[in-house]
T-cell receptor, first 114, second 115 residues
């Protein structure tokens, strides 16, 4: 069983640029959520995708957007990058059924904005 | 989701038991108690969850107070690999589909394990 994989693992961008991060969910999981983790903080929920539709969102501006594809993989796009966007971006997948809420996380993509 | 309170840090010796406390005085009757841990340079990893009764799995045990206002994650024999940040999180089992993936993380407890 393949776990959650994310790419790239590290990247550096400059302020104002755009970035796309990718996530392959665990086999059989149809729900993907994205988190931002600043240094020394716990992860913060950005949004969730279920069957290619965004169906839950945290307190993040519209320049944070995403996609989910028919194979349930997902992308996180961030436009007009700001210095504060520097963080570890985590993707998590879940079966989407049941309510126990166990999420399976990838190792994250570390974004540095200069 | 209700809020949890954890100590910022704890220390343990290798091969000794570790008890990680979590207070959740405003827990509702429909909140599950979840624990995740995050090893250095990795994403969070599910550890255990429970509702009312104590729970055991291969990684840890979860002891839940009778009034459910606190819980304790128990690592029976700490190893160096258990050094991580441990997060206690409440999840409402009635959460609508759109918030299934929304876990509210605090800062957690940073566990250090000494050889």
């Amino acid at each position: 069983e393949t776990g959650v994989t994310q790419s790239p693992t590290h990247l550096i961008k400059t302020r104002g640029q755009q970035v796309t991060l990718r996530c392959s969910s665990q086999s059989g999981h149809n729900t993907v959520s994205w988190y931002q983790q600043a240094l020394g903080q716990g992860p913060q929920f950005i949004f969730q995708y279920y069957r290619e539709e965004e169906n839950g969102r945290g307190n993040f501006p519209p320049r944070f957007s995403g996609l989910q594809f028919p194979n349930y993989s997902s992308e996180l796009n961030v436009n007009a990058l700001e210095l504060d966007d520097s963080a570890l971006y985590l993707c998590a997948s879940s079966p989407g059924t049941g309510s126990t809420g166990e999420l399976f996380f990838g190792e994250g993509s570390r974004l540095t904005v200069l | 989701d209700a809020k949890t309170t954890q100590p910022n840090s704890m220390e343990s010796n290798e091969e000794e038991p570790v008890h990680l406390p979590c207070n959740h005085s405003t827990i509702s009757g429909t909140d599950y108690i979840h624990w995740y841990r995050q090893l250095p340079s990795q994403g969070p990893e599910y550890v255990i969850h429970g509702l009312t009764s104590n729970v055991n799995n291969r990684m840890a045990s979860l002891a839940i107070a009778e009034d459910r206002k606190s819980s304790t994650l128990i690592l029976h024999r700490a190893t160096l690999r258990d050094a991580a940040v441990y997060y206690c999180i409440l999840r409402d089992w009635r959460a609508p589909g759109g918030s299934q993936g929304n876990l509210i993380f605090g800062k957690g407890t940073k566990l250090s394990v000494k050889p």
